[in-house]
């Protein structure tokens, strides 16, 4: 089932997309909206609202590999914030500390059970489902600063979507590809993953709790982009869906009232 976050007039709510009839069907029962309803009288949301993003450093065997780096015996855990997070066709943009700014692509799982020490074989009662993601990152500070915080913690550097696909049979052998302006800068599967994804979230969970709409960027291959104004980038992931987002630059910020 594919799972968009949509707001009519005053109420937010999660429902089904329906393909065919271009509609969405409220999964909350409260509301009391009981019949599709047509797309076009709903605004599309980012389908997360996490208290944190959990993202994985090199837990694809290609990636360290290509950086000279020796694969971690624990996967290695960072943080983007909250405010990072943009849906489908949403704009990343690209900041004005910056020079140059990368994306990879990403499976992201989605919590939908609160969940502490749980088994990786618990997991799946657990997850809501899963999206595609990009892991932004502003690669000239990373390579100046000691911490990831500012290199990946940027407004729009975790856009994830296009919706929450809860229905995934193996996300150990799904492929993903990301591209820009159609070509092709990673192409992989998620069989190269140094953990699982359900290993990733059982370890995260014997360090912290974890929430319903908390979301988990399971790392990503070998391969970067880099992005520029006007630039479309496309993370395609079989069988979860295709994140599309439109690049542009940093304009000078209003100050925040």
């Known amino acids: 089932m594919k799972v968009l976050r949509v707001r009519r007039g005053d109420a937010t709510f999660y ?3 329906l393909i065919e009839e271009s509609a969405v ?3 909350d ?11 076009a009288e709903v605004a599309v949301l980012p389908p997360v609202t996490p208290s944190k993003v959990v993202c994985i450093l090199d837990n694809f065997r290609s990636h360290p590999d290509a950086m000279g780096r020796e694969t971690a015996d624990v996967p290695q855990i960072f943080f983007k914030p909250p405010s990072a997070v943009i849906g489908s066709g949403q704009t990343i943009v690209l900041p004005r500390a910056s020079a140059r700014v990368e994306i990879e692509g990403s499976l992201a799982l989605v919590l939908g059970r609160t969940c502490r020490n ?22 000239d500070l990373r390579e100046h600063d000691d911490a ?11 856009p994830v979507g296009p919706w929450i696909e809860t229905t995934v049979e193996d996300p150990t052998t799904l492929g ?19 953990f ?17 709409g908390d979301v988990i960027l399971t790392g990503s291959p070998a391969g970067v982009g880099l992005l520029s104004p006007g630039d479309e980038v496309r993370v395609e992931i079989d069988g979860v869906g295709v994140l599309i987002n439109p690049v542009r630059a940093e304009v000078e910020p209003a100050p925040l009232q």
Do not use: W
């Open 15 to 17: 429902g089904q997309l």
């Open 25 to 27: 069907r409220c999964l």
């Open 29 to 39: 029962r409260a509301l009391g909206l009981v019949d599709p309803i047509p797309l």
């Open 118 to 139: 749980i088994t990786p074989e618990n997991v799946s009662r657990h997850l809501f489902g899963y999206a595609c993601a990009g892991d932004i990152t502003a690669g």
């Open 148 to 158: 990831l915080g500012r290199a990946k913690g940027f407004d729009s550097f975790a």
């Open 176 to 194: 993903l590809r990301t591209r820009i302006n159609g070509e092709i800068v990673q192409d992989a599967s998620t069989a190269d993953m140094v």
């Open 196 to 212: 699982s994804p359900f290993e990733l979230v059982s370890f995260i969970s014997s360090i912290m709790t974890l929430l319903p």
